[in-house]
T-cell receptor, first 113, second 109 residues
């Protein structure tokens, strides 16, 4: 049982390049999330998907797009990377209802130069 | 939105010591979780505790929802307890979480 799997684990981009971070969960969870973690800070929500077919903005959505491909997969796209998007990105999933634990992937360390 | 404040920001302990970490939140919540981020960056679930008290081995947590705070107790600390402890809260449906800034714990042998 892999839980939440993110790829890649590390990435270096040049300013203006695009990339997609992939996330898949095998726990049959309804809800999935993308967070970013900057040094010395807690995680901040970028986008989330409460259920298959829906996506909504979180606290810091600017510069990102998401796709809920199916119940298992939720991808995060940077169309034109900026140095301010240098961060560690975490994908998470949960049942999305009261009482549900959130489970996190291993994180993707992204550097934009 | 809901504000989450954790204290202290940093804590250094000798192995075997006990500690209490605090999480204050500014509004009512129906979801409160504690996580441990280990030195490799992995986030590990500790407790789901929007109210009441729970214990898991050397760790226990108490949330007093009416007073909007939660406490995480670590007893007989070990070097493997080192890392950052996050409190995260949510309200309504959907499972979205708002994280505090974390408490960085260092346990010395």
């Amino acid at each position: 049982n892999a839980g939440v799997t993110q790829t890649p684990k590390f990435q270096v981009l040049k300013t203006g390049q695009s990339m997609t971070l992939q996330c898949a969960q095998d726990m049959n969870h309804n809800s999935m999330y993308w967070y970013r973690q900057d040094p010395g800070m807690g995680l901040r929500l970028i986008y989330y998907s409460a259920s298959e077919g829906t996506t909504d903005k979180g606290e810091v959505p600017n510069g990102y797009n998401v796709s809920r491909l199916n119940k298992r997969e939720f991808s995060l796209r940077l169309e034109s990377a900026a140095p301010s998007q240098t961060s560690v990105y975490f994908c998470a999933s949960s049942e999305g209802v009261s009482g549900a634990w959130a489970f996190f992937g291993q994180g993707t360390r992204l550097t934009v130069v | 939105g809901i504000q989450v404040e954790q204290s202290p920001p940093d804590l250094i302990l000798q192995e075997g010591a006990n500690s209490t970490l605090r999480c204050n939140f500014s509004d009512s919540v129906n979801n409160l979780q504690w996580f441990h981020q280990n030195p490799w960056g992995q986030l590990i679930n500790l407790f789901y505790i929007p109210s009441g008290t729970k214990q898991n081995g050397r760790l226990s947590a108490t949330t007093v929802a009416t007073e909007r705070y939660s406490l995480l107790y670590i007893s007989s600390s070990q070097t493997t307890d080192s890392g950052v402890y996050f409190c995260a809260v949510g309200r309504g449906q959907g499972g979205k979480l708002i994280f505090g800034q974390g408490t960085e714990l260092s346990v010395k042998p």
